[in-house]
């Protein structure tokens, strides 16, 4: 906190160094020409007094020493014109004569009732009043007193009215004289720094590093020129060094921005080439499915029991024109009847069976077109969110899936569901489901046929619903727990490493997760995906306590 | 300190106006005596005159009655560690053997330059009463001033005479110079 003097004084931090140490300066000095005189003021009316003291005690005794024969002649106006020699002192303001029983013989400048006994007798200074007490004697015997009192008032005023004109007049000289010399030694001490700033001054406006200080001796301002422009010369360094690293750094950054363009480029490229992928294995999985639907429909038709009708027709056809007799009297004909009523019910049952797998094929070519939408808007469009149910996803994705489990020997272990109700994108959890189940049917080929076996289970808490698909096959290495879900990792000599990738970006895309656990290689996997009941509901990561699961 | 008192006492005894000087000349010389006796104190002898210690010396050419007032006066005293002692002397005697101050009353018909050639240059403190004793050849003579007892001082007949007199006596004396 600035006091109101340095304020009065510097009046703020931004007053110039010179100002301040000028001021400084000054007024140290002031202050120390000022109490020296006053030190020496003291010294002197100390000195006056003992002086004065001196001064007194001598004439009291030259006074007293000429008053002996006076007295001793009783020479009373002898002994008056003694003590009247006093008046060489004006300071002197009384003076008394006793004799040893105390009564005044002679007087000076005071009545004898003023100089009664009274008066005091020791002595010495009382404020400005000095006694002088000195005996009378005569050959070793006492005669008298003698007491003087003197004022020393007067010695002081005019030492005071002699001191003060001096001592202004020594201040005025001597200020001037600090003045004088202040600014000259200022000029010297700080000339070094006042070119040292203009150096900095001129660096700083014209950034131009080949400036260079004077040389300013060895002291600290010499030091600080010299660290100056010390600095100077690493900062000139540093600069030339700066602009050829800029000068590069510029090349690089074109360079870097062709490259830039080359990547974008090669980006799109491969995320094209990624989402073509991602069609193919998504469609390559539901036209396993179709394949498998087909080869259902063509293998009914070849066993179909539309043939034992043209054999029965045949058997009617010679009766077309008169069937009366035919059914009354042929013992063909109650047969044929009863073939037919049984062939109506077979045929229908045919139909029945038809109507599902080609619906079941209008699914899944659906399916394949809903894929191809899907990919074709991976990156910027949001899925369809739909009110379904899970169970009905988790079977579709075993159906999807249906061949190729048939054609591995695989076997699905799965508990009765109860209905999984949640809204999400179903395409994309479909996809995801598929790609599960075919990465666990694949994950089983090194188990011995007839012992494959793949469980999945579904659960659903308040707030998600979550899928396992876990297999007993060739596991996971620990290395490869993290990056089983990157672009283009497999495992599989014919894999081409986009499933699961695509399958977590999936998830993450419905609000989900995608995660993976497997003890090592040879002790299986499982997988699971979490898919919360509304896209708002979960946030990726989050886990559910399983509601169902296989035995 | 009773010394003191006593020379004080006779100070006092001693500033008793004298106009009537004539009527009591016991008291006169009981006063002149106390002047002798401050005389001893303010003059300085030659020490081989007046060893420390040593009787001083007071010859007394006056009548009987004079000296008798003088020798009461001065009895048992001692100036500055001198015991006084009073002598009558008489002029003849005087040339044989000289006190250290001889009192010349104003009866004794002798000058003061017979005196100083009777007693040479040996240091006797002659003190007198006659008008113009000091200025005569006398180292001390008495005056009456107004009512008060003073006295004159020839310098030149006591150093003369190898006396030291204080300047405080001198101070309190008139001066005068030999005729």
Known sequence: MTRPVDRFLFRSKDASLRRKLILSVEL?????????SAALFAHQVYSLRG?????????????????????????????????????????????????????????????????????????????????????????????????????????????????????????????????????ISAKVLLGGLDRLGASVARVASTADYSVRAPEAGRDEVGSLTAAFNHMLGELQAADASLRSTNASLAGEILERKRLEKALVASSRRAGMAEVATGVLHNVGNVLNSLNVSVHLVRDRLESS??????????????????????????????LVLKFVAELSVQLENERVAFLEEVQALARSVEHIKEVVSTQQNYAHTAGVIENLDGRELLEDAIRINQVSLERHGVTIEAAPLQPLPLSTDRHQVLQILVNLISNGIHALDSEPAGHRRLRISAARNTESVRFDVEDHGVGIAADNLTRIFQPGFTTRRDGHGFGL??????????????????????????????????????????ACQPTASLP | MAFARKILLGILLLFIPMAAQAADSSLEYRVKAGFLFHFA??????????????????????????????????????????????????????AKDAPHILFVQRSADISPSALAQILGDRPVLVVGETSGFASSGGAIGFVIRGDTL???????????ANLQLSGQLASLAEIVKAR
Not at chain 1, 67 to 84: H, I, M, N, Q, R
Not at chain 2, 54 to 61: E, H, S, Y
Not at chain 2, 150 to 160: E, G, I, Y
């Open chain 1, 28 to 36: 140290n000095c002031f202050a120390g020409i000022v109490i020296a």
């Open chain 1, 51 to 183: 002086q004065f003291a001196a001064e007194m005690t001598a004439l009291a005794r030259m006074v007293a020493t000429y008053a002996v024969a006076p007295v001793s002649f009783g020479d009373s106006k002898g002994t008056t014109e003694v003590l009247g020699g006093l008046q060489v002192r004006p300071e002197i303001t009384a003076a008394v004569l006793r004799n040893p029983e105390g009564k005044a013989l002679a007087l000076y400048g005071a009545s004898a009732s003023e100089m009664s006994a009274a008066a005091p007798m020791e002595p010495g200074f009382r404020q400005w009043d000095f006694t002088v007490v000195q005996p009378l004697e005569l050959h070793g015997e006492k005669l008298a007193t003698l007491q003087v009192f003197a004022s020393f008032r007067p010695v002081f005023f005019d030492a005071l009215k002699n001191f003060v004109p001096a001592m202004a007049l020594a201040l005025v000289v001597s200020f001037a004289g600090v003045a004088f010399l202040t600014r």
């Open chain 1, 305 to 334: 029991e539309l043939k034992n009708l043209q054999k029965a027709v045949d058997l009617m056809r010679p009766h077309i024109d008169n069937p009366g007799p035919f059914f009354a009297n042929d013992p063909k004909g109650p």
């Open chain 1, 501 to 542: 990738h695509s399958g977590a970006i999936a998830a993450r895309t419905i609000g989900g997760s995608l995660q993976a656990h497997s003890e090592g290689l040879g002790r299986g996997a499982r997988f699971t995906l979490i898919v919360p009941l509304s896209p708002t509901r979960l946030t990726r990561n989050q």
């Open chain 2, 41 to 94: 104190m303010f003059v300085e002898w030659p020490a081989t005159i007046l060893p420390p210690g040593a009787p001083l010396r007071i010859g007394l050419l006056a009548p009987p009655e004079v000296c008798s007032d003088i020798e009461q006066s001065l009895a048992g005293k001692s100036a500055a560690g001198h015991p006084l002692v009073t002598e009558r002397v008489t002029t003849e005697a005087l």
């Open chain 2, 150 to 160: 003073r006295f004159q001082v020839n310098l030149a007949a006591a150093s003369h």
